[in-house]
T-cell receptor, first 111, second 109 residues
Framework: SQTIHQWPATLVQPVGSPLSLECTVE??????LYWYRQAAGRGLQLLFY??????ISSEVPQNLSASRPQDRQFILSSKKLLLSDSGFYLC??????????FGPGTRLTVL | GQSLEQPSEVTAVEGAIVQINCTYQ??????LSWYQQHDGGAPTFLSY????GLEETGRFSSFLSRSDSYGYLLLQELQMKDSASYFC??????????FGSGTRLSIRP
């Protein structure tokens, strides 16, 4: 069966510090991978998605970036965090044309 | 631009039926999905409609009208555990999926 891992579960970072969130998927190959951000009580904002190694589509121009160095690994990064980067970060994978499966999420607080 | 509209809040009584609507305007359309999210948790998949009509899965049903750019999620025999946020999502291309702002469902005994 397929599983998706995200870490860390919670993170508190100062403004201006770097960020690296990692997501890995097991039990499937060549999945579509996604990063979403959710502000408290709000919807899911699509940040990045990837259809293969090294292939990244960016939806929102901001100080975040994503990389996919391996087939089942998706990394979200920032060189300098802003207060507005606080939120619940969700990684998801999807077989083609089917539903998405979400990881447990990382709750990021930028102080 | 792209938009998915759904009511922000809905309140219903335990045992009743509730319908959550979603209208969308997107550059492409492959299908409409529904997800449930409990407070503090990750979204979980409920249903997917690629073609017009009604899909039924237990107490939950989902409907799609592509000509009207409209769909809804129908929850029957409401239980207290159904209190959660519900999101519609459009698969805009083979790989791009965007979400609505969510509907918070509160259920009263």
């Amino acid at each position: 069966s397929q599983t998706i891992h995200q870490w860390p579960a919670t993170l508190v970072q100062p403004v201006g510090s770097p960020l690296s969130l990692e997501c890995t998927v097991e039990g499937t190959s060549n999945p579509n991978l996604y990063w979403y951000r959710q502000a408290a009580g709000r919807g899911l904002q699509l940040l990045f998605y990837s259809v293969g190694i090294g292939q990244i589509s960016s939806e929102v121009p901001q100080n975040l970036s994503a990389s996919r160095p391996q087939d089942r690994q998706f990394i979200l990064s920032s060189k300098k965090l802003l207060l507005s980067d606080s939120g619940f970060y969700l990684c998801a994978w999807s077989p083609l044309y089917n539903e998405q499966f979400f990881g447990p999420g990382t709750r990021l607080t930028v102080l | 631009g792209q938009s998915l509209e759904q009511p922000s809040e809905v309140t219903a009584v335990e045992g009743a039926i509730v319908q959550i609507n979603c209208t969308y305007q997107t550059s492409g359309f492959y299908g409409l999905s529904w997800y449930q999210q409990h407070d503090g948790g990750a979204p979980t998949f409920l249903s997917y409609n690629a073609l017009d009509g009604l899909e039924e899965t237990g107490r939950f049903s989902s409907f799609l009208s592509r000509s009207d750019s409209y769909g809804y999620l129908l929850l029957q025999e409401l239980q207290m555990k159904d209190s959660a946020s519900y999101f519609c999502a459009v698969r805009e291309s083979a790989s791009k999926i965007i979400f609505g702002s969510g509907t918070r469902l509160s259920i009263r005994p």
